[in-house]
């Protein structure tokens, strides 16, 4: 039997080792090994967004599916011979932009070889199209590595559905260690880019099941209905609609102004009306331009990117991020 002694030094060492925990992650991680990997990243990423500013929402929703499913680890970046990866799953049917990552990581394996994990290299440009977009800037704490498994069932338990209730929001989020005002203002990236019309066309015909022309969301505004309405016929499945018509490039509160006039896109969306502490924020956010919402943002990004990291010698770094090695 272990004594009481022995017990506390091996939970001890668990808490250091825990793949959980962020130990490991820093600011400036790459300082000695790759100076300057955030100038390089900043490059590629300004010279791309210059002919595809609308890869900037793709871009940050990377980041939001890579460390939910599996922790930050780059997985979303794995392909599949046989299709059975994260990326194959139906949430990540519309990912786009992979290709800008590939040629971040080409760029950096030109200047420090087998130095910077993919899954690094996803949060670093996370943070810049945004910048790019107008957003806040937030320092990136660096030091992830990469895993070797992704499995697209794992994406199908893990992303939150646009349909989540609040309930089921809260807790999808707290299973990631993530907080309330985390959810309310990470919910905030939907300021940026645009949604196909089957992630929310649910809420516009046959709400109910009753099949009747009529039978749409009552939480969603009737005129806003209308505009959508013309937009996506009921089986469109290919529109693309702006999530925050009119500003979708760039990153401002509008978000919270549409969520509270229930112009909220997905039920999700809406769903931050239906607890204290999201609708109090939402409120607030929604009158004030810049406010605490360009500073939160920052800091719930940087608690997102610790999500079930690898660090120290687990994972790899990967040579190309679509492939382990
Ligand atoms: C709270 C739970 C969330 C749900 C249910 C959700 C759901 C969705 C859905 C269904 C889409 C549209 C996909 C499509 O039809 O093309 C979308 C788009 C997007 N999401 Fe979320 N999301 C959530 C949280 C987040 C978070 C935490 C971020 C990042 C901070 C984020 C950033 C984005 C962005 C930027 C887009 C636009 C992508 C594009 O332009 O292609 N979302 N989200
Ligand atoms: C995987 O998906 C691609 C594109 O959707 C398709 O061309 C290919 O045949 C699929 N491969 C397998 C093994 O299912
Ligand atoms: C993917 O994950 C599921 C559920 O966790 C598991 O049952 C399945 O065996 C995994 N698939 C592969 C190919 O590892
Ligand atoms: C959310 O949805 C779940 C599953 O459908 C349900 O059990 C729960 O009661 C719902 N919660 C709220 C607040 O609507
Ligand atoms: C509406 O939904 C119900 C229940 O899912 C389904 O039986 C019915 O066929 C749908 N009607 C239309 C017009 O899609
Ligand atoms: C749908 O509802 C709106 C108001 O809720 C009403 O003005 C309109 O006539 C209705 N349309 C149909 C086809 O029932
Ligand atoms: C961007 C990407 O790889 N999307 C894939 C999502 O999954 C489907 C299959 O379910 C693929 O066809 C897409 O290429």
Not at 122 to 149: F, H, M, N
Not at 227 to 246: I, S
Request: hydrophobic fraction near 40%; include cysteine; charged fraction near 20%.
């Amino acid at each position: 039997m272990a004594s009481p002694s022995k017990l506390f030094l091996s939970l001890f060492l668990l808490f250091l080792f825990n793949p959980a925990n962020a130990q490991g992650l820093k600011v400036g991680f790459y300082e000695k090994t790759c100076p300057s990997v955030e100038l390089i990243v900043k490059k590629v990423v300004d010279d791309t967004m210059s002919k595809a500013p609308s890869l900037a929402g793709p871009l940050l929703r990377m980041f939001f599916h890579d460390c939910f499913v599996r922790g930050c680890d780059g997985s979303v970046l794995l392909n599949s011979p046989t299709n059975q990866s994260e990326k194959n799953a139906f949430p990540n049917l519309s990912l786009r932009g992979f290709q800008i990552i590939d040629r971040v990581k080409s760029a950096l394996e030109k200047a420090c070889p087998g130095v910077v994990s993919c899954a690094d290299i996803v949060a670093l440009v996370a943070r810049d199209v945004v910048v790019l977009r107008k957003g806040p800037s937030w320092e990136v704490e660096t030091g992830r590595r990469d895993g070797r498994i992704s499995n697209l069932t794992d994406a199908l338990l893990n992303l939150p559905a646009p349909t989540s209730n609040i309930s089921q929001l809260i807790t999808s989020f707290q299973q990631k260690g993530l907080s309330v005002k985390d959810l309310v203002v990470l919910s905030g990236g939907h300021t940026i880019g645009t949604s196909h019309c089957t992630s929310f066309s649910n809420r516009l015909y046959n709400f109910t099941g009753k099949g009747i022309n009529n039978d749409s969301d009552p939480t969603l505004d009737p005129n806003y209905i209308v505009r959508l309405k013309a937009k996506c016929k009921p089986t469109d499945q290919t529109t693309l609609v702006e999530m925050d018509p009119g500003s979708f490039l760039t990153f401002d509160n509008d978000y919270y102004t549409l969520v509270s006039k229930r112009r909220g896109l997905f039920q999700s969306d809406a769903a931050l009306l239906n607890n204290g502490e999201t609708k109090a924020y939402v409120r607030l956010h929604a009158t004030s331009q810049g406010g605490s919402f360009f500073q939160d943002f920052g800091v719930s990004m940087v608690n997102m990117g610790r999500i079930g990291v690898l660090t120290g010698a687990q994972g790899e770094i990967r040579k190309v991020c679509s492939k382990v090695n």
